[in-house]
């Protein structure tokens, strides 16, 4: 029977894992490098220790039933060290660590991505670069491995900002992906959940709102057509079962007018997710715990339109809690405040999204 759950992480989500864990009745302890991290604060211990320290591993491996991890950048080697207690596996994480890897499978499934060519060496940029002084556009570059929540991306929109790339910003040593700006309509997320016993449940699609390659605003439900929404919903259940999932799988997406084009995955309880902790009957983060934990899986009905508003560093000083009312407030416990750092989040709830929306406008 698990009792004690291991988290390799000490985010956010590692902290909102943690609580929809212990509320369950579930021992947590975190491995991170940092001592006050946000899943640390909550969790019954923590192991300040990096994430490829063996004996840190070794000592989390003896004290868990059952490991985890809260986001994708973990070691390979550490995922493998835990393989007989991950039930994830180290698969999905092989596989959003590298964006060639990635792109290749969600083309398999026979899905579309925008359209994007491979950088590798430097010969590869200096081809791609004739290309793009003959006919430039708007362009995005990310490194291949490393890059999340802005970092690793680069907008290019003229000759100018790609020279400023090239001569300030490349760096041979790296891979990089290269893709054609997408003229979306939304841009939306789906999660979607399996357990061990393979039993599958989708939350409803989120439209996602961002700034500077960062979230910002997430509006549950999307604004799109219900046939829509159930073939993103269909899309999402298939990706579960041909991946063998087991825990959360967030996929980002754009909508073109009807055309659905696959942007990333990610194998773990997402930030567009963070509505289903007022908004749905059973949380992104409970419903992670009970697929990890061989457990039957919750309704994921939603109850009521939200938007959620993530706050960051800048927002703090304008965080005014006597405008929050009814909405509920995360703040992460994050000791230093930055320019776009997430510090926290907003779920905004109401009757209807136009009104969520227009509160949300508001609130900061």
């Known amino acids: 029977m698990i009792q004690t759950i291991g988290i390799l992480g000490g985010g956010q989500l590692g902290r909102m894992m943690c609580m929809a864990a212990k509320s369950m009745g579930y021992t947590v302890v975190v491995l991170d490098p940092e001592a006050n991290c946000p899943a640390g604060q909550v969790a019954d211990e923590i192991i300040i220790e990096n994430y490829d320290n063996i004996n840190a591993c ?22 493998f060290f835990f393989e007989n ?19 290749q499978i969600i083309q398999s499934f026979g899905l579309k991505t925008a359209p994007y060519c491979v950088i590798l060496e430097s010969n590869d940029m200096l081809l791609f670069a004739k290309r793009f002084y003959n006919s430039p556009n708007k362009i995005f570059i990310k490194t291949v491995r490393g890059g999340y929540d802005g970092k690793g991306q680069f907008v290019i929109e003229n000759i100018d900002e790609f020279d400023n790339f090239l001569n300030n910003v490349y760096q041979t040593n790296y891979s990089y992906v290269i893709e054609d700006a997408v003229d979306f309509t939304h841009e939306l997320s789906v999660i979607v959940c399996r357990n061990i016993n393979g039993e599958k449940k989708v939350f409803p699609v989120t439209e996602n709102i961002h700034r500077n390659q960062v979230l910002y605003k997430s509006i549950a439900p999307a604004r799109i057509d219900e046939s829509l929404s159930n073939q993103i919903e269909s899309l999402a259940l298939k990706f579960a079962e041909d991946l063998k999932l087991v825990g ?9 007018g009807n055309e659905i084009i696959v942007n990333e995955l990610a194998p773990r309880p997402h930030n567009s997710g963070h509505y289903t902790l007022n908004a749905c009957l059973t949380s992104q983060f409970e419903q992670h715990v009970r697929a ?42 994050k000791s230093e405040s930055r320019l776009g750092r997430k510090m926290g989040h907003i779920n905004i709830l109401d009757n209807n999204i136009e009104s969520c929306l227009q509160i949300a406008d508001k609130i900061l």
């Not at 993530?310 to 509920?328: A, Q």
Request: glycine letters at 4%.
């Open 58 to 79: 070794q000592l989390l491996y003896n004290i868990c039933d059952v490991v985890t991890y809260e986001f994708e950048n973990i070691p390979l080697q550490t995922a």
């Open 85 to 103: 207690k991950l039930p994830q596996t180290s698969r999905l994480l092989q596989i959003t660590q590298d964006r060639i890897l990635e792109k």
């Open 292 to 333: 990890i934990c061989a457990l039957p899986l919750g309704d994921v009905n939603q109850i009521m339109p939200c938007v959620m508003l993530n706050v960051f560093g800048e927002d703090m000083h304008f965080l005014n809690r006597t405008k929050i009312s009814k909405h509920k407030l995360y703040l992460y416990g």
């Open 248 to 256: 959360t799988l967030s996929i980002e997406l754009f909508l073109c």
